[in-house]
């Protein structure tokens, strides 16, 4: 099912989309919401605000992957732009041109499997699935003392509210709704 992603997740060259850079540019902006860090007790740092990004744009991908051939054309596109941003974020903390590419290429390799978990979930609307996958992903497997399920019931209540969003606007960059983790 994943396999174009997979193929092509590995080049960000491709100039994006005004819509697929405007898609990105909301979804980080959801990600910068301090509440979300500190109301679900994800790590405020780079790879928490990596997870979270990736949990937001599985949300968008999963979305945008249902329009058609086209929703896959602009979900790549989002995808592109996402490991371009990682990319020069990386290059900004500091790490050496030498591993910048091999450390995308691992955030790459995690994020298509946080799409699939988080997407396989989502698409049982299987609340403890998502819950499972988060403690995995999100938190690396710590003891959360249910937090995970409190963050699984708002983003299954994202993913239903971007699922209500017309086609049209999504392809058009626009998203409609807040992008936030509250029930």
């Not at 679900?40 to 991908?61: K, N, P, Q």
């Amino acid at each position: 099912m994943l396999q174009w992603l997979r193929q092509k997740v590995l080049d960000w060259s491709r100039p994006a989309s005004v819509e697929a850079e405007t898609l990105y540019s909301q979804l980080a902006n959801a990600t910068r919401n301090p509440d979300i860090y500190h109301s679900y007790h994800i790590e405020d740092s780079f790879d928490g605000r990596f997870d979270t990004v990736c949990l937001f744009a599985a949300l968008m991908v999963r979305r945008l992957t249902r329009i058609g051939n086209d929703g896959k054309a602009r979900a790549q596109e989002l995808t592109d732009t996402m490991f371009a941003d990682m990319d020069l974020s990386l290059h900004e903390i500091g790490v050496s041109e030498n591993k910048v590419s091999k450390k995308v290429k691992v955030m790459a390799t995690a994020f298509v499997g946080r799409l699939q978990a988080y997407g396989q979930a989502l698409d049982a609307d299987d609340q403890n699935a998502l819950a499972d996958a988060l403690r995995r992903n999100l938190y690396r497997d710590r003891d959360m003392d249910g937090i995970e399920h409190a963050l699984s019931k708002a983003v299954m209540a994202t993913a239903k509210q971007l699922d209500k969003q017309s086609d049209i606007s999504l392809m058009q960059g626009q998203i409609g709704i807040a992008l936030t983790l509250n029930v």
